[in-house]
């Protein structure tokens, strides 16, 4: 488990000193003594106000204002109840780690609050030493205290006491999207489940996409696609989330941040981030979905590093498709659908943004895919022998190596 940190993000982006922007209620929020980022993108129903007029206050001010704004939609949480459900935080019910901190599984009974259901929760712990701080807690409790949608994960509350920052989310049985492509230990997804999360996952960024002031995730990958017993996809991990452009303005300009692999390239090069940002991102976890590779995996040679450029020749025709398809799979999979979704994959990491599909397109066209079932197995397409193995060979040695954040501090 400590190998893997999948809830690792960038640092990330939670106010701006540029265009003075923060939350209304929480203008006076008190650092910690970490190093946290500067940038926290306003949401619909919050009114700017200056950056300037933040101040140093105690967590029970904060608190206060948390409870004016969500009042029953989250529950505040004394730190003492999250360390008797986790037995301290005990490393046996440890569930990830990452650039926030750890987390862990816990049980909440009934008896704990009133309106609060029996069950299993996962507790985020904030390290102050960290990659992220107080006001990426801060974003994500806002960003997921006001949107509910069945394939974001559910926040169920919070807890800020002193310097200690935690969440309590809903638990997820299954883990992360990452954990089943990538992990050794893990049985290999089928073909109709990587179409029903891929499916999930891009009607949780439509949702977001199309809220009455777009919200741009900023951090889609593998590791913050969590998975239900049933295997429904939820976006987790909300601390990079942004407000999407207002009014004529064509993008939002921030700092750079993502993990190698994952970020479109217009947005490392120049700052500038859309809705198209977060397609580009869909666009490679598609492609880790069909070849079982990592987006970024710094064990292969050095041509093959790099998923997005090793796999784009093999995108466009159904005949080298077949080569780069999870060996995994043995020829359990649509034929049209893989090409179908390669090609969906192909228009998503198009390098110019206005070629990439909007997400109501890309959830027709995968949901088309659904009922398709000419199994390459039946259809003389497996196996597969091609001239040379460099290519064919496409076992998973990517479990060695964490992926790369980026740390990059460019401004357009």
Same mark, same amino acid.
């Given at each position: ?14 106010? #701006? ?5 923060? =939350? ?12 946290? +980022? ?12 200056? *950056? ?7 967590? %029970? ?27 301290? /935080? ?27 259901? &029996?069950?299993?929760? &996962? ?17 994500? *409790? ?10 974001? $994960? ?13 969440? *309590?989310?809903? /638990? ?15 049985? %290999? ?8 999360? #891929?499916?999930?996952?891009? @009607? ?15 951090? =889609?990958?593998? %590791? ?59 666009? $490679? ?26 796999? @784009? ?20 999979? +649509?034929?049209?659908?893989? @090409? ?9 990491? +198009? ?17 088309? *895919? ?22 064919? +060979? ?19």
């Amino acid at each position: 488990m400590k190998e893997s940190k999948p809830w690792k993000p960038f640092t990330a982006n939670c106010c #701006s000193a540029e265009d003075h922007t923060i =939350f209304r209620n929480f203008s006076r929020c008190r650092t910690s003594r970490s190093d946290f +980022s500067k940038n926290v993108a306003p949401m619909p129903s919050f009114r700017l106000i200056s *950056v300037s007029d933040i101040s140093r206050t105690s967590s %029970s001010r904060i608190n206060e204002d948390l409870m004016q704004t969500f009042g029953q939609d989250l529950f505040d949480f004394q730190l003492t109840e999250l360390r008797a459900i986790t037995q301290n /935080f005990s490393s046996s019910f440890l569930l990830g780690e990452g650039g926030f901190g750890t987390v862990h599984k816990g049980y909440v009974d009934e008896n704990m609050r009133a309106g609060l259901k &029996a069950q299993a929760v &996962a507790v985020k712990l904030l390290d102050i030493e960290g990659l992220q701080g107080h006001r990426e807690w801060l974003a994500e *409790v806002i960003f997921l205290g006001q949107l509910r949608h069945p394939n974001l $994960v559910k926040l169920i509350g919070y807890c800020c006491e002193d310097e200690e920052r935690l969440l *309590v989310y809903e /638990f997820m049985p299954r883990g992360s999207l990452e954990n089943h492509l990538f992990k050794r230990i893990s049985v %290999s997804l089928p073909w109709g489940t990587r179409l029903k999360i #891929s499916i999930g996952a891009a @009607k949780g960024l439509a949702f977001l996409h199309g809220a009455e002031k777009p919200v741009i995730y900023r951090d =889609f990958k593998t %590791s913050n696609i969590l998975l239900d017993s049933e295997f429904n996809a939820k976006l987790s991990d909300f601390g990079l989330a942004t407000m999407g452009p207002e009014g004529s303005e064509t993008h939002v300009t921030t700092r750079v941040m993502g993990t190698y692999g994952y970020a479109a390239p217009e947005y490392v090069s120049t700052g500038h981030l859309t809705t198209k940002s977060d397609i580009y991102s869909f666009g $490679v976890v598609l492609l880790e979905l069909l070849t079982g590779r990592r987006a970024m995996d710094k064990t292969r040679a050095k041509t093959e590093q790099n998923l997005v450029e090793w796999s @784009k020749p093999y995108l466009t025709s159904s005949r080298r498709l077949r080569y780069i398809i999870d060996p995994r799979l043995l020829g359990q999979y +649509s034929v049209k659908g893989a @090409k179908e979704m390669a090609n969906l994959a192909l228009h998503c990491v +198009s390098l110019n943004p206005k070629d990439r599909p909007k997400m109501p397109q890309i959830i027709e066209t995968l949901e088309a *895919v659904q009922p398709l079932r000419d199994m390459a197995v039946t259809c003389g397409h497996w196996p597969v022998s091609p001239k040379t193995g460099r290519n064919v +060979s496409n076992g998973n040695n990517s479990m060695k190596k964490k992926e790369s954040p980026v740390f990059v501090n460019r401004r357009a």
